[in-house]
Nanobody
Framework: VQLQASGGGLVQAGGSLRLSCAAS????????MGWFRQAPGKEREFVAT????????WYADSVKGRFTISRDNAKNMVYLQMNSLKLEDTAVYYC????????????????WGQGTQVTVSS
């Protein structure tokens, strides 16, 4: 499975960005998908996940109410809409695919994209 994340960039605090992740190589609709992020000097952390149908989502407390994860199985795409961005949202964001479960733990995810940088400035 290949995952290609895009949409990162530089944005002012309070602004919005939409990340996209394109999947190929395996039946996308059978995977749950997640977004994780890693800031310099910190461990990779869970941001959001969506199950294979798109009917269930889960968010980290730090982004709940500001970020929205969605998917389009017909297009093999998953998205992360990020609103009201804060300085502490600055990180490299990764999309990942989980074919065996629906989890918030990075260790459960089988495939990872290359990451896209999100920088929030004051």
């Amino acid at each position: 499975v290949q995952l290609q994340a895009s949409g990162g960039g530089l944005v002012q605090a309070g602004g919005s960005l939409r990340l996209s992740c394109a999947a190929s190589g395996r039946t996308f609709s059978r995977s749950s998908m997640g977004w994780f992020r890693q800031a310099p000097g910190k461990e990779r952390e869970f941001v959001a996940t969506i199950n294979w149908t798109g009917g269930s989502t889960w968010y980290a407390d730090s982004v709940k109410g500001r970020f929205t994860i969605s998917r389009d199985n017909a297009k093999n795409m998953v998205y992360l809409q990020m609103n009201s961005l804060k300085l502490e949202d600055t990180a490299v964001y990764y999309c990942a695919a989980d074919y065996g479960s629906w989890s918030t733990s990075p260790s459960h995810y089988d495939y990872w994209g290359q990451g896209t940088q999100v920088t929030v400035s004051s």
